[in-house]
């Protein structure tokens, strides 16, 4: 049964709720020092989290967007993945470079969402930035697991820069889809 999108009591809201509420206990479990390798703890609750995200978009698409659930997926998924590679280059794992582009691109759009939702505007995630947002995930996956943490930096730094791309490939998509917004004549809605 479909539900209204001004509702807030939804199961998909109720999975979004406790990704936010619980990301900050999986990144107090992200070890200070990674010289023993990564934290099987941390990889665990990382793991749930991130596979919470594809539960919490099925029940949506099953059920029904909300607007509420349109705002709270990409704050779960920012707070997640940002908080973590901020943590991970304060303990040494991460190189600050691109975790800033990261960081950037993610205010920048955030803050292009947040206005054009004042326009009434709707600007949902491209298919360009869940592939991102997936790249994000399994780089941090990978850097702290304790299999991967220390002999496979390869990969998740190769991971982390492939999300790099990602992230300005889609965000100049929206960039794009903005100037084309604004170049219309009649309202659109940015998908």
């Known amino acids: ?67 509420l659930g349109a705002f709270l997926d990409p704050l779960a998924d920012k707070i997640l993945v940002l908080g973590a590679m901020l943590i991970l280059v304060a303990n040494g794992t991460y190189w600050i470079v691109p975790v800033a582009i990261t960081v950037g691109r993610e205010l920048v759009i955030s803050l292009y969402r947040t206005f054009v939702a004042s326009k009434g505007v709707s600007m949902p995630a491209s298919k360009v930035a869940k592939w991102k947002t997936f790249t994000q995930q399994l780089s941090v996956g990978f850097a702290i697991a304790p299999l991967t943490a220390l002999d496979a930096k390869l990969l998740w730094n190769s991971l982390l820069w492939v999300s790099v791309g990602l992230a300005l490939i889609s965000g100049g998509q929206y960039m794009w889809r903005a100037r084309a917004h604004d170049d219309a004549v009649e309202p659109v809605t940015v998908v």
């Open 1 to 67: 049964m479909p539900v209204d999108p001004s509702s807030v009591k939804t199961w998909a809201n109720l999975v979004t709720v406790a990704r936010v509420i619980l990301a900050p206990f999986m990144l107090v479990l992200i070890p200070e020092d990674f010289s023993d390798g990564g934290s099987w703890a941390a990889f665990s609750l990382w793991f749930v989290l991130c596979a919470s995200d594809g539960i919490d978009g099925y029940l949506a698409r099953r059920h029904g967007a909300t607007t």
